[in-house]
C-alpha cells in the first residue's frame, strides 16, 4: 500500500511555500550543491543539477562575482496523480565572490551527466615563482642553468 497523503511533507510543503523555499514545487530561488577545490594552477567548481536541461544554465562573471543559474520547469502532465513529489523545480541560482588573483577572461564549462564544471584557471602574476638572486659578477644563486644564462646575458 502506498500512502499519498503524508501530513508532514504536507506541512514542510507549505511552509516551503509561505517562506521562498518551494520544497513543493513553486518557483523559488535556492542554491544548488557544490564542491569547489584547487588542482595545481586552477580552481575546479562542480555543481550538480540532476534533472535540469543545459540549454538553461547560465554563467556569468559580472566583476569579481561569478553566478551560476538554472532552471528545472515542472511536470505539466494533467493525467498524473502525484504520489511523492521531492523534486525541488524552479530556479536555482550560486552566486560565488572571486578573490584577486584568478584568470576570470580564461574560466571555462563543461556539462557532464548533470553536473556543471567550472575551471578557473590562477592568473600567471599570481602563481608562485622563484627569484634568482644575484651575487655580483654575473653570478646567480638557487636558478637553473638557463635563469643564469638569461641574466648574464641582460
Known sequence: MVLTFDPFREFDRLAGQMLGTAAGGGV???????DLYRSGDHFVLHCDLAGIDPGSV??????KVLTIRAERTPRTDSDVQWVRRERATGVFE???TLGDGLDLDNISATW?????TLTIPVAEA???????????????L???SREQTAIAQS
Open 28 to 34: 523559488a530561488t535556492m542554491a544548488m550543491p557544490m
Open 58 to 63: 547560465q554563467v556569468d562573471v559580472d566583476g
Open 94 to 96: 550560486r552566486r560565488l
Open 112 to 116: 557532464q551527466d548533470g553536473v556543471l
Open 126 to 140: 599570481a602563481k608562485p615563482r622563484r627569484i634568482p638572486i644575484n651575487a655580483g659578477q654575473g653570478q646567480v
Open 142 to 144: 638557487n636558478s637553473t
